[in-house]
C-alpha cells in the first residue's frame, strides 16, 4: 500500500511517537509538514516541510498561526498522488483539512479537535504578547470557520480515546474509530529492573500554559517534597526563574535520561486534561504510580485507587491531597505495569493497518 502521511508539526511530544510508528509501519511514505524540529530520531525520513523551515525558532512554531490554512490549502498540488492509496493524516488542527483528490482515501487519525478554536482559547492565547491577542482571536475565528468548512476531508475519523471521539462528534457531527495511541513499555519496564522508587516525585510534559505544571509545582513545594520535572517549551525560562528550593527543570532530556527518570521516581504526577497522554503509561510500565486528573485520557488509561490516584479538579489543593494519598498506599509494580501492558505497540499496529486496508478499499 502506498501512502502519503501529513502531520501538523514534527517536534517531540506524544504525537511524534505515534508518527514514529506510522513511520515504521510505511517507512517509504513520504512525510509533509508545516514545521519540522531537527532532532535525530528523524534522520533519514522523507519529510517534506514548508517555506517557513528555518526562519520560524522551534519554540515559536505557532507564531505564524494565520497562514497555516493557506498553506495547507496549497500543499495538495504540490504533492505527488501518483499511484497513492492513502492519505494518512496525523493531526490537531490542520493537516486533517488537507483536500487529496477524488480518487484517494483520507483516514484521519485525530488527536482532539483544534484547542484554540473549540476549548482553552484564553489559554493557548496566553502563550503570546497581549498587543497580538485581538488580531489572533480575528484569526481563530476564520480558522473555525475553515475548519468547519473541510470537517468532510476525512472519509474516517480515528480518535486516540473515547474522550476525543466525543469532542469530535461535538466539533463536527461525525462518528470515530477509537485506537489509543502506541506506547512502548518495554524500556520503562527493564528500566526499574532492580531500581527502588526514590525520593522525588516527577513530571514531563510540554511547558505550556494549558499542560498547568504550575499546579504540581505548587503542590509539591507545599508537601516539601523534591519534584523534578522534565520538558521544553515558551515558559521553560519563565519557570525556572520561579521555581522554589524544592523544583527542578531539567528542559528537554534524551530518550535514556527519561528512562533513568521516570524508573528513579517516587511518582508520576500528571496535571492535564490530556486527551489521552502517554507520559502516564510510560511511568506504569515502570512500576511507578501516577497522579493524574480524574477526566479525559487519563480517567480511561489510569484506574483510580489500583494504578493511580486521580484529582477530581486543577486546583493546587486537589492535587495536594492526591499526592498525600499516594503517599499513604502501597503500590504494587507488576499492578502497574499489567495496566500499561493494556496499550502496546502491537495493538496499535494492528489496529492501524486493519483501518488502513479498510479505508484504503473505500475508493479501490
Known sequence: MKLVIAHDFIRHGGADKVLEEMHRLWPDAPIHTLLAEELSQYEGWDIHSSWLQGKVPPEKYRWPLPLFQGMVDRLSKRIDWDGVDLLMSSSVSFMKNLEAPAHVPHLSYIYRPA?????????????????????????????????????????????????????????????????????????????????????????????????????????????????????????????????????????????????????????????????????????????????????????????????????????????VKAIEKCESMTWNPKVLQAQADKFSMAAFHKGLKDLAEEVAAMKS
Open 115 to 319: 484547542m484554540f478554536a473549540y476549548d482553552r482559547q484564553d489559554m493557548f492565547l496566553s502563550g503570546y504578547p497581549p498587543i497580538l491577542r485581538p488580531i489572533l482571536k480575528a484569526t481563530v475565528s476564520r480558522f473555525k470557520r475553515w475548519d468547519q468548512k473541510h470537517k468532510h476531508s476525512p472519509d474516517m475519523y480515528v480518535a486516540i480515546s473515547d474522550y476525543v471521539a466525543k469532542m469530535v462528534k461535538d466539533a463536527y457531527d461525525k462518528p470515530s474509530r477509537v485506537l489509543y495511541p502506541p506506547v512502548d513499555v518495554e524500556p520503562f519496564r527493564q528500566a526499574a529492573v532492580g531500581v527502588e522508587r526514590g525520593d522525588y516525585y516527577f513530571t514531563a510534559l510540554r511547558l505550556e500554559g494549558y499542560k498547568r505544571v504550575d499546579l504540581v509545582v505548587d503542590a509539591c513545594e507545599k508537601l516539601g517534597l523534591p519534584l523534578k520535572v522534565a520538558g521544553a517549551g515558551p515558559l521553560l525560562e519563565k519557570f525556572r526563574k520561579e521555581a522554589g528550593p524544592n523544583t527542578e527543570f531539567l528542559g528537554f532530556v534524551s530518550d535514556e535520561e527519561m528512562l533513568k527518570l521516570v524508573a528513579g521516581c517516587r511518582g508520576f504526577v500528571f496535571p492535564p486534561e490530556e486527551d489521552f497522554g502517554i507520559a502516564p503509561v510510560e511511568a506504569l510500565a515502570a512500576g511507578r504510580p501516577v497522579v493524574a486528573l480524574g477526566k479525559a485520557g487519563t480517567a480511561e488509561t489510569v484506574v483510580d485507587g489500583e494504578s493511580g490516584i486521580h484529582f477530581p479538579e486543577q486546583r493546587v489543593e486537589d492535587v
